[in-house]
Structures are given as C-alpha cells and as structure tokens.
DNA sequence: AATGTTTGCTAACACGCGTTAGCATATTAT
DNA sequence: ATAATATGCTAACGCGTGTTAGCAAACATT
C-alpha cells in the first residue's frame, strides 16, 4: 500500500499542496486533474481526499499563501523611514526572490488565481487591488520629493509587477545566468528606468 | 433559425474566431466551453463545427495570427538603418500598440499557447524563442556601442516583453489613462531603463 | 421554379472530470 | 495486545466536455 512520504514537520496536505503547485504551473489550473495529482504524489486519486477538501481548496492555500507574504512585507516596509526609491527597490528585491525562491506557487497565484470561486475570488482581488495602490502610494510620495521620475504610478507598480513574473521564462530557460545576476539587471533596468536624475 | 450575421469580407469563421478569443481571454482556453462559445455566437455548439474542425484550431488561428505579425514587424525593424535604441523603442511600441488594439488575440497568445497540441506546440515555442533571440541581438548591439546600459541582453527582453504584457492590468482596470499616455509613460520606464547615459 | 450548397438544429456518443461510499490496512495511543 | 485513528484502495456516481450523425431550413445559382 503506498504511502505519503514525510518528514518532520510536513503534513501530507503540505506536500500535496507542493505537488499541486508545480503542477498548477505546468499545465494550469483546469487541465491539472486530480488523477494527475494523486500520479505525482504517489497515490490514488481518491485518497487525496482523506487530506484535502476539494481541488479548489489547493488554489486557496496558493493563492493565499503568497498574498498574506507579500502583505506582511509591505507593511513592513512602509513601516520603515528612509528613502522612497529605497522602499521601491527593496519590495522589488522580495518580490524577485519570492519569485525565484518559490517560483511554483507564485507563479500560479499571479496566474490562475481566476478560478478560485467567489467568496474568495473577491477577497483575492481586493487584497490584490489594495497591495497595488500600497506599492503606487510609494512611489507617488517618491514622485512628490522629486526621488522618481514624473510618470503615473499605478502604470510604473503594473510594470513592475508583470516584468517581475518574466523570470517564469528565465526558470524555463536551458542556459540561466545566476540567480545573483538576474536579480541585479532586473533591478538595474527597473530601477533605473523610475530614478530621477 | 439562428444564423451567425457576417459584414462583407467577414466570414463566419472570422467571427467565431474573434468571439473565441474573448471567451479564452476571459475564462482561458480549458475552462471556455464550446457551448460558451456558441452563446456567445448566436448559435448551438454542433453548428460552429460547419465552420471550424476543431476547438484547438481556433487556438492555432489566434497564436499563429499574432506570432506573424510580430515577426513580420521584427524583418522589417531589422532591415532598416539607425540607431538600436531606436528599434527596440520602435519593437516596444509596436508590442503596446499591439496589446491595446488586438488585446484579446495577443493576450490569448502569450497565456495559453501552453495548450497547443504538438507539430503547433513546437512550431510555437521555435518561433518564440527565435523572436526573442532576434530582439536579444537588437539590444547586444546597443550594448557593444554604448547606447545601452551594460546589461544581460536576454533579461532585457524577457522584462519588456512581460511588462507589456500588463497592459492587461490596464485593460480591466476602471480609472484608465489614456492609450498615449499609456504607451509614453511606458517607453519613459522601459527605455529609460535601458539607455546609457 | 428547380437544384445544389451552406448553414443550423436535435440527439446522442464516448470520455474524462471531481468527488463520495464502503471497506481494508497501516499507524498510534492506551 | 487492544482499541482508536489515520491513511489508502476499488468501484462507482453524476456531470460537463468536444465532437459526430442525420436531417431541416435558408440561401445561391441557374
């Protein structure tokens, strides 16, 4: 009889979700089946029942999962004094290695986040809506003491955002520069495509 | 009796393929139904099959229709004189014209190409990786007589082309700026980003 | 008006899906 | 050792899917 392999301090549901993650990133949301799933994780389909509610509730954790991490790190950050230009390169820092470091389900928060259902299709979206305007404030104060360049926020945070989820092709991609490497040129070009000078 | 209502030189083909690029856009391409598809049309879903062989064919219209404009518009850039930072400013802003204008078409391409069924599936990814290595190039030469920053030409690409991808977040957002102020706001960013100066 | 072709409809098919029921076997606690 | 719990299996369900067959209505051509 299989068995769900753990180690300690990893519920089977946790590796289930892990599973799904790269799972959900490989074929997406809806063409995952749970017969796939359950191939991956070394089980029948059925059994997956005994640690999970529904197919739907692995996008919940997802989805969630990330966007209380990226509002805990916003709030710290706003938290903090120092320059605005700072605060802006530092949340873009974060967000690359999220999603360098946790490439799956980031990845398929920011892309099949659509199918969750409504209860918490809304709540998702707000907190979505609310995270950008955090990140636009950020830079319109930055653009008010003359740190940022004159451009409409909520456009650069858009940018930013959806240039930040590129590194998707660079995890695909056969020759990778290094992880390090990435990093600096994305904020090489990001950044200095909003400083001011 | 329904009947699928065509303007002059529109087929009836033409017109499911557009209505479907909606739907895919909106739902994606597994979870649109070609009952979905056939509401949308005006008509039973058995009737679309006098039009079209098959509901994958439909992605192949819309990926390849999009993966040749860009191609084509990339031998012409290529083929003319001037500086580099001067074709990719014009590469970006085709791509932003493009995104605006022919949203659903060019999104449907870049989201769910993943979908295609094999001989196409490779086709696709060729011609992608292919574009992008033309457009890397395109930037290396900047990069060799100073007009660019010093930067890892294929990071380059991948940033812009995923940051134009987020003119979807403009598209569904209510409080739109405008389509100029869009497209200057973005080449400020992403060219601003690039240049050496 | 008669003919051939295009377009649409109803009905149905085979298939894969998410999920549940009921039972068997491990593991853990007493 | 025994009882209780956690985990897995097989079988099957109802449902929605893409697609086809066969026939009827609309249109185009003569």
Redesign the pocket.
Known sequence: ????K?EKNI??KDVIVTKAAALFREKGF?????????EA?????????????????LLHELCFGVANRFMHKIDEIEAEKGNDIEKVEKLLRFHINEMIHHYEEVYVSDREWKHLADPYLSNFQNQRRIYRKRFAAIIENGIRNKEIKNIDAPTAVLIILHAISGIESWHRSTQKISAEALEENMITILVGGLINR
């Open positions: 009889m299989a068995r769900i753990t519920s089977r809806k063409a995952a089946s749970m017969r796939d799933l359950a994780v070394g089980v029948e389909a059925a059994s997956l029942y005994n640690h999970i509610k529904s197919k739907t509730e």
